[in-house]
């Protein structure tokens, strides 16, 4: 398994980062059996420090962790920890959704914009009823099915999920409502 870990303007020593490796193989070695790469990041934020941690795994699917505490060692093991729950939680549906698949999750590419906001915009009336795009970024769809997609949104944190459904082959998103269940748009 490749590590990547780095730190936002701070000095991430050797004994951090074998403690990192350590505890992410033993944790990960309990639940997820292909792991691929891990990425953790270390930053401040005012007083605390904070660890991102992500985990993609062979199957395609990410586990996404973070955790603020007041000492590093504090915060990556609360990532740690949280990442443990979450592999934990879904070792049953993992095996259940992946026993069958043989090759990896499918990627197809796509262009992600981000716009800017009505907000941002100085003028009562804009001058064009074209968005104005701030950012444009390359981004992958994985293939999956939607109780996959559905487990794949729920371990990486995202509030929406965009995907090409295996079984009807079309573009489908799913998404967290308001009211705390999973929307499924099948268009």
């Given at each position: 398994m490749r590590y990547q870990i780095t730190g936002k303007q701070i000095d991430v020593g050797e004994a951090l980062q074998t403690h990192v490796r350590t505890e992410l193989e033993t944790m990960l070695g309990k639940y997820a059996g292909r792991p691929t790469d891990a990425t953790v990041?270390?930053?401040?934020?005012g007083h605390e420090f904070v660890c991102e941690t992500v985990v993609h795994l062979s199957t395609g699917l990410n586990a996404t962790a973070k955790a603020h505490a007041t000492e590093i060692y504090a915060a990556?093991?609360?990532?740690?920890?949280?990442?443990?729950?979450?592999?934990?939680?879904?070792?049953?549906?993992?095996?259940d959704h992946h026993k069958d698949r043989t090759e990896p999750v499918e990627l197809i590419g796509a262009s992600s914009y981000i716009l800017a906001s009505e907000a941002d915009?100085?003028?009562?009336?804009?001058?064009?009823?074209?968005?104005?795009?701030?950012?444009?970024?390359?981004?992958?769809?994985?293939?999956?099915?939607?109780?996959?997609?559905?487990?794949?949104?729920?371990?990486a944190g995202l509030p929406v999920l965009v995907f090409r459904n295996d079984k009807k082959d079309g573009v489908n998103v799913v998404y967290r409502r308001d009211d705390g269940n999973i929307g499924w748009i099948d268009p």
């Open positions: 990041i270390f930053s401040k934020s990556f093991d609360g990532c740690c920890e949280k990442m443990d729950k979450q592999l934990r939680r879904y070792k049953r549906r993992l095996k915009t100085q003028d009562d009336e804009p001058e064009s009823l074209q968005p104005i795009i701030v950012a444009e970024m390359e981004t992958q769809i994985p293939s999956l099915t939607v109780g996959e997609a559905v487990m794949q949104m729920e371990l």
